[in-house]
Nanobody, 120 residues
Framework: VQLQASGGGLVQAGESLRLSCAAS????????MGWYRQATGKGRELVAA???????NYGDSAKGRFTISRDNSQKTTFLQMNNLKPGDTAVYYC???????????????WGQGTKVTVSS
């Protein structure tokens, strides 16, 4: 199983970015996908997550500015980030909770991370 994240980059404060993460490999069902971020010198924190039936959960820093969505048919999740702030600068990691076989237990997978830098 691989999670391929893309869409990071350098933007100015107030601008937007859209991150994408595509899951591939031997996957039976993805229960949830999400985004976490880790700024330099800080721990990893939840940005947003979405279940396979569309329920969402946002970290406090993302509420009102970020929107998570997913395309189940493409095993892809998206994070639309608006009104970016310098405090959003971090490496953003894609996460998926999935099972590889019908009767298998869920496992958690991480993507390689995509860097987001917001200048003031």
């Amino acid at each position: 199983v691989q999670l391929q994240a893309s869409g990071g980059g350098l933007v100015q404060a107030g601008e937007s970015l859209r991150l994408s993460c595509a899951a591939s490999g031997n996957i039976f069902e993805i229960d949830a996908m999400g985004w976490y971020r880790q700024a330099t010198g800080k721990g990893r924190e939840l940005v947003a997550a979405i279940t396979n039936d569309g329920a969402t959960n946002y970290g406090d820093s993302a509420k009102g500015r970020f929107t998570i969505s997913r395309d189940n048919s493409q095993k892809t999740t998206f994070l639309q980030m608006n009104n970016l702030k310098p405090g959003d600068t971090a490496v953003y990691y894609c996460n998926a909770v999935l099972n590889r076989h019908r009767f298998a237990a869920d496992s958690e997978y991480w993507g390689q991370g995509t860097k987001v830098t917001v200048s003031s």
